[in-house]
């Protein structure tokens, strides 16, 4: 078997995993659509090439206002790789703590918002504390890991605790242990990994299905869509619609940031 069919065979079975997990994606496309009803945003978070996944769910085709892509570019600028702005930085980052809780005081956070953390392992610091801090103010969390490589990974903090620890719902990119999915003969370290793959079709499972529930409430989403498929008068509607609508969403986030803790 060819290497490439090896990975689509590997590919299959995340699948089949993601499959197996339809009734957790309902519950998350649930919590995230009553959010946005009530005009709140969903916090999307992942540090390292976890951003994929937060800019796979918005903003790009086929997504849709509601959601709050913090991505910090300390964490995950890799293009330079050395240097200024290199990955040895950003790794150590992602392991300071105290930075997550800086972050979220951008924002004033409601329990009526709700929170998508990223992380493939689950243990790295940052986005753990983000997860504790979310469920301190009562905001459902949903944490994305890939739990055979979560499970076998040590947590960087020191009580141990990882990110599913401070997630009221969990879903599995279904990638293995060190997420690198295909051996080359005569090569000693595999290569090719899968959470991505994996993460990406969640995040789109769940897109969808809350693209579902807003349309049945009555609030069907301002969808980014692209000229071929719905004009280019009704593409360039959208785009400005969309946008504006989160900027609108944001604004709601930093107009009482810190009255709390003047009070």
Known sequence: MSLTSQYLERTQAILATIEQQEPAILQAAHWFSQTILAGRMVHLFGSGHSRIMVEEMWPRYGSFP???PIVELSLSFHNLVVGANGQRQAMFLENVSGLAARILR?????EQDSALI??????????IEMAEICQQHGIKV???????????????????????????LVLDTGAPVGD???????LDTPVAPGST???AILVNCVKAEVARLLTEAGQPPKVLSA???????????????A?????????????????????
Not at 180 to 186: C, K
Not at 227 to 241: D, I, K, M, Q
Request: proline content about 2%; glycine content about 8%; charged content about 25%.
């Open 243 to 263: 946008y504006d609508e989160h900027a609108h969403r944001l604004a709601r986030l930093y107009e009482r940031v810190g009255e709390k803790d003047r009070e």
């Open 197 to 199: 793959v994996g993460g």
């Open 227 to 241: 000229a071929n498929v719905v004009g280019a008068e009704r593409a360039v509607t959208l785009f400005e619609s």
């Open 106 to 110: 951008n924002y004033d956070l409601s």
């Open 66 to 68: 509601g959601f709050n």
């Open 142 to 168: 949903v944490a994305l890991i890939s739990r055979q490589h979560a499970e076998k990974s040590t947590s960087k903090r020191s009580d141990g605790k990882k990110l599913s620890d401070f997630a009221n």
């Open 118 to 127: 990223i992380s493939s392992s689950g243990c790295n610091i940052v986005p």
């Open 180 to 186: 690198a999915m295909i051996t080359v003969p005569g």
